[in-house]
């Protein structure tokens, strides 16, 4: 993965900046020893990692403000920062950056069940934005796995997902507002209480725009009453295709689970023998989670398992009480950490359209003997979001490039069969030379447009999501004018 | 003009020698009044149709009755409730999937399901210097690149012209019923609204009619999970006069008029469409001193009419949310100002999209 060279101006200049940024900050918000900027070296995409110039950590709205205009004047590029932990490298510094992390404005700003949003600071984590509403049964919806750490920074530049969305939408159908900083120090709001946009729907653009077009520092967020229960119920199936098509009969029958997760053969075997949560040994596992009261969770699994039983599962399990349901869910909650105990992997994200699962699944199964690497499957079946988990050996010579190889050939995959690079995690710079694969130059420029509009100098998280030729031109234009 | 394809199209915007005023099926009444008429009518087909993976992609001229048609063969919908405001605007033609894009008009279920934005999975369209361009795709989950398709939505055809767009369809319910209150006043309506909204029961539409002192709140599902959550809803408001419905037309007509706002159609004046804080709701309708008002979305969403040229904004005075003009012709201008420094990036955009200012131009600014 290539970045771009730093530039050689900005880092002669680094004291000069360093001062300037103390002096719009309290003490202790500028970070600039190396010792302490490596904890900013990289996300969750640890294979790529760069000291920043140095790490701003504001307190509010005003110092993001005062951080922005010191950089815009120096032309010092700004990679916003959250929790930093994308999987993309969304948050990763080049050395002649400024890493602005919003962790210490993590307030609560506002709580309006009547209304039913909550306002809060952007640094604060997913979770305890549910925490913060639970105590009246209120939740907020989007639930990445990562919800105990990832920020709400995060989520609204990556647009997060989570094992709900189906029913509840992902992060840009339960944002409201923002209150976001140009580039240029300029501080600007976005929707709000209300509901869509008086004009233009920039509150939508800015939801997935990778920390591109501003920094996001305060956020409306709609949040729902809690249902009455929840509960899955687990399916095994001979074959992949056949709980494919289960997935798709469930959808068509007109029940709206909140939850279907899918699971197979390789991955099944990893969780068990990491969580032991008493799966059976087959070829694919369905997760289906429905919500609302007794009855109506009953006649809703009912319905699941009508239609489940016209594909002769080999194991139908309803969850009978918590206890039950907990076991269902732990083996998938641990699928993650289950690869890591056994090898090192990468995360995949591509979407199909569902009808191509077994297609993909089958060709993702010929390729792993072709690289001679293993793949395991789990992912969101009911919206086609797949997580393959590539397992590779880090310490092995050439095991991540090839991994790297591997992992561009099932994107390219998705795309061919009509779904994308990622459904949640972004393109950062680990997706950012296939764009070329989903976009046409054309489709390119339109997007690049939009930020020529917000950062017209391209110094906000300038070397992510454009493949690095496309937006040469552009980088190269923001550094002549320095 | 009226192209039949996207190349056609895309010609006919590069040939403009000035304004060019789009029209979809011509149900909308907010439009420029000059310019050379383009027509998107003659792109038509639904070219993609998964019931399996609920989703549809069609050509953007498509009537949606032609879509409507489809889906309900596989009884599935589109699930935010596309507004016919043709009685209340006194206009002709039949909508086209682009111009409800363009309006990203949403009915009552907005409040609970989302907008046409959310439903929203792609888009192709021609910007102004007759560039094609595509964005999103006819997958639910994708987050690659900038999310340009909530920005087509809602643009009014100021930054290009749709020519495809893919939507997430969703199952039509097995049943539905209304909960009807009687005799709210218009802050016990939203305080109403409010508790039905905040509780675990799915409630899919909550409107307010001040003319007839109904307070209407839908909800959808299976039937004996609707008849449940009926009861259960009744149950949060002890000693009031309540009333419900569950036959499925009687259903759906009353919602149908709450969707196309029939309490306002057939009179004189403006109408206004307030977007704000569904609390703020009865405060802002009491500046307005309307002729007639309807509440939906909660609250959040207040239709009122007015006399011919008010100017809605200046009785509202500061509010958080917008006011839109859909009907009439005052001086005040038909979409809410932005503050201007994002009245900034919306002329930015528009200037990178159609940098001759050929797609009804001034429509938005
Ligand atoms: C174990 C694990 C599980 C995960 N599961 C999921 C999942 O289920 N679903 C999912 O969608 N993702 C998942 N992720 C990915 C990741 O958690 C999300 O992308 C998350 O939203 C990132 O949030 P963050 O605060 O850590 O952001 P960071 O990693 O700090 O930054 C992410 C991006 O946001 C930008 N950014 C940060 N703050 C701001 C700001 N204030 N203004 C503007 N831009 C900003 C950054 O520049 C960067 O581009 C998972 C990650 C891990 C490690």
Same mark, same amino acid.
């Given at each position: 993965m290539k970045m771009p060279a730093p530039n050689a101006s900005i880092l002669a200049r680094k004291d000069q900046i360093v001062a300037r940024l103390r002096e719009v900050l309290p003490e202790g918000s500028v970070i600039s020893e190396l010792s302490e900027t490596r904890a900013y070296e990289c996300d969750a995409l640890t294979a790529y990692r760069c000291p920043p110039l140095c790490a701003v950590l504001p307190s509010s709205t005003e110092e993001v403000s005062a951080v922005l205009k010191i950089c815009f004047e120096e032309g010092v590029p700004v990679v916003p920062r959250g929790s930093? @932990? =994308? /999987? #993309?490298?969304?948050a990763l510094p080049t050395a002649d950056s400024v890493i602005l992390g919003? #962790?210490? &404005?993590?307030?609560?700003?506002e709580t309006d069940y009547a209304n039913r949003l909550i306002r809060v600071q @952007?640094? +604060?984590t997913n979770l305890s934005v549910s925490g913060a509403v639970a105590e009246e049964d209120f939740f907020y919806a989007p $639930? %990445? =796995?990562s919800q105990l750490a990832c920020a709400i920074a995060g989520n609204i530049a990556m647009n997060s997902g989570g094992a709900h969305c189906l029913k509840y939408g992902v992060t840009t159908n339960n944002l409201m507002g923002v209150t976001m900083v140009l580039m240029d120090g300029t501080v600007i709001e976005l929707g709000g209480a209300h509901l869509d946009a008086p004009g233009l729907d920039l509150l939508g653009v800015i939801c997935g725009s990778e920390g591109q077009l501003g920094v996001v520092t305060e956020a409306t967020l709609r949040i729902l009453r809690k249902p009455e229960g929840a509960r899955p119920v687990l399916m095994g199936f001979a074959a992949n295709e056949v709980a494919g098509e289960c997935v798709s009969d469930i959808i068509k029958a007109g029940v709206l689970p909140v939850a279907i997760e899918f699971m197979d053969r390789p991955c099944i075997e990893a969780c068990e023998a990491f969580a032991h949560a008493g799966y059976p040994m087959c070829e694919a596992l369905l997760i289906v989670e429905v919500e609302g009261s007794e009855a109506e969770i009953a006649e809703q699994l009912e319905k699941i398992i009508e239609i489940a039983k016209r594909h002769n599962p080999v194991e139908l399990r309803e969850a009978r009480d918590a206890d039950e349901a907990g076991r269902i869910w732990l083996g998938r909650k641990s699928a993650f950490g289950a690869m890591g105990q056994i090898n090192d992997y990468m995360c995949l994200d591509g979407t199909i359209p569902v009808s191509s699962l077994p297609h993909v699944l089958r060709r993702i199964g010929e390729m792993s003997e072709e690289f001679g690497l293993k793949v395991a499957n789990v992912f969101h079946a009911g919206d086609g979001n797949m997580h393959p988990l590539i397992l590779f050996n880090a310490n092995q010579e050439g095991q991540l490039e090839l991994c790297e190889r591997f992992g561009a050939e099932i994107l390219k995959l998705c795309v061919e069969v009509g779904g994308c690079l990622t459904g949640e995690h972004g393109v950062g710079i680990e997706k950012r030379d296939l764009m070329h694969a989903q976009y046409r130059p054309a489709d390119l420029e339109a997007q690049m447009a939009v930020k020529d509009v917000f950062d017209p100098h391209w110094l /906000? *998280? %300038? #070397?992510?999501?454009? %493949?690095l030729d496309a937006s040469e031109s552009r980088r190269r234009l923001a550094i002549a004018a320095e | 003009m009226t192209p039949t394809s996207e190349n056609d199209l895309a010609e006919a915007i590069l040939g403009a020698r000035g304004a060019l005023r789009l029209r979809g099926g011509g149900t909308r009444s907010i439009g420029l009044s000059e310019g050379t008429l383009l027509e998107t009518g003659g792109i038509t087909g639904v070219t993609l149709y998964e019931p399996g993976a609920l989703t549809l992609v069609a050509r953007a001229g498509t009537p949606l009755a032609e879509v409507e048609a489809a889906l309900d063969a596989e009884n599935q919908r589109l699930a935010f409730e596309v507004p016919d405001l043709r009685g209340l605007l006194g206009t002709q033609g039949a909508s086209t999937l682009g111009g409800i894009v363009a309006a990203n008009a949403s009915g009552p279920r907005r409040i609970a399901s989302g907008a046409c934005r959310d439903f929203l999975l792609g888009v192709r369209f021609v910007d102004g210097a007759g560039r094609v361009v595509s964005n999103g795709? +006819?997958? &639910?989950? *994708?987050? @690659?690149?900038? $999310?340009l398709v909530k920005l087509m939505a809602g643009s009014h055809g100021t930054l290009g012209v749709l020519t495809e767009v893919s939507f997430k369809v969703l199952p039509k319910p097995e049943a539905a019923a209304t909960l009807v209150l009687h005799g709210l006043t218009e802050s016990e309506a939203v305080a109403a609204m409010a508790a039905a909204l905040g509780s675990p029961y799915d409630v899919t539409g909550a409107a307010h009619d001040p003319g007839a002192r109904q307070t209407l709140l839908r909800i959808e599902g299976f039937a004996r999970s609707v008849a449940y959550r009926l009861g259960q809803l009744r149950a949060l408001f002890p000693g009031r006069e309540t009333s419900e419905d569950t036959d499925p037309d009687a259903v759906a007509a009353l919602w149908a008029g709450v969707r196309d706002v029939a309490p306002l159609q057939g009179r004189v004046g403006d109408v206004w469409r307030i977007s704000c804080k569904p609390s703020d709701a009865p405060e802002l309708a009491a500046r307005l001193r309307a002729e007639a008002l309807l509440y939906d979305w909660g609250g959040g969403l207040v239709w009122a009419l007015l006399p011919e040229g008010t100017d809605a904004r200046a009785r509202l005075g500061t509010f958080a949310g917008h006011a839109t003009r859909v009907r009439g012709t005052g001086s005040a201008p038909a979409f809410h100002p932005d503050p201007a420094p994002v009245a900034a990036l919306a002329e930015g955009l528009r200037r990178r999209f159609d940098p001759r200012g050929v797609l009804n131009p001034g429509l938005m600014a």
């Open positions: 930093g @932990t =994308s /999987l #993309a490298g969304g919003v #962790a210490k &404005m993590n307030s609560v700003l @952007t640094g +604060r $639930d %990445p =796995s /906000l *998280n %300038p #070397a992510k999501v454009f %493949p | 795709g +006819r997958v &639910m989950k *994708n987050v @690659t690149g900038y $999310d």
